[in-house]
């Protein structure tokens, strides 16, 4: 390879030149597709909070709630049909995964049942873990299901543990962690309730 | 050099994973689907062109001694641009690779090809190797990732094959990965033989 002398001088320039440049491509790339980015996010969640809940006109402020550890934030978006409050989506989570973390798009009714959920991030087992997707909204065993139930009269807790909940078959661990994210995710619910009817009753 | 050779030769003779056996990580890691398989072998092929061109076009101006991180630099430029990319128009699939697109950085085969070849032959040559080797590679991820998923949740590009009761789990989990390449490069080079 016949390339310039090894010389001080010559590699400063020719290391600056390339990071130089590099830096440059990487930034209009980076302002290019900022935008882009931010909406594809936006979408995934605001699609996320479609399914979870039954149809609905609008979405109100988001509360933001701070979770127990004090770290994370549990989000709450309040949504609305003819101006009357249908529900809420809860954007909840837990690290007590397989893998660790867990981000779930939980739909709560006016009653505090569960509409629905979508599991949003996760590191689990495919093929194992990865089926909470699917296993707990399966509307053929209601055993195992969460749709329609209410952590105040089920025991959201897998049937190992002496729960009401099938949890899924050789994700034991996986089932109980999930369960918590919706625990957690009733919890801001209720909080939410609270502060509600607090400050209707003034 | 004979240009059509020159592009084949990634497919069989010098497949970069069956063959030179590099690239190993996100060979292992990405392949349970063919489509994530598919995505990382084109994302990596993007890469490998783009700095295969590059590196061939500035060699004469580098000074050896900074070729090494100065290669290293134009590669993970190129990455970093497929990463936003990704993340900006395919969303989904960045939530699957996301994890594996920055290690295409150290991924041995594009720093091996700008080092081995681009740097030593001209452009038109570098850019049909990038080509070859990536499309090679492509070849081999889909290969192993098609044949994990239908052994292993019994779908093939996310179409159901055969009812998910009949699956061996164990194929779409890690040590299945090492099983089918295994298998597969006693294949290959069973075929090379002939």
Known sequence: MAGRESNFRNMVITLFLVTFVAAGALGLVY?????AIAEAKLKAQSEAIEKVLPSFEELGETFKVAAENGED???IFPAYQDDQLVGYAVKTFTNQGYSGYISIMAGIDNSGNFTGYEVLEHDETPGLGSKMNEWFRNEEKPAQ??????PESTEFEVTKDGGDIDGITASTITSRAFLEALKRAYRAYEEQEDLNTGSAGQ | MNQWKNFTKGFIKENPVFVLLLGMCPTLGVTSSAING???GLATTFVLVMSNIVVS???KQIPDKVRIPSFIVIIATFVTIVELAMEAYLPSLFKSLGLFIPLIVVNCIVLGRAEAFASKNNLVSSVVD?????FGFSFALVLLGGIRELL???KLFSITVYPEDYVTLLFVLAPGAFIVLGYLIAIINRIKKD
Not at chain 2, 130 to 134: D, E, H, M, V
């Open chain 2, 130 to 134: 990038g080509f070859g080797i990536g």
């Open chain 2, 57 to 59: 076009i500035i060699k």
């Open chain 1, 145 to 150: 299901s969460v749709i329609g139930k209410n």
């Open chain 1, 31 to 35: 302002e290019f597709t900022k935008e």
């Open chain 1, 73 to 75: 934030t549990i989000e």
């Open chain 2, 38 to 40: 598919l995505g990382m």
């Open chain 2, 152 to 154: 292993g949740s019994g």
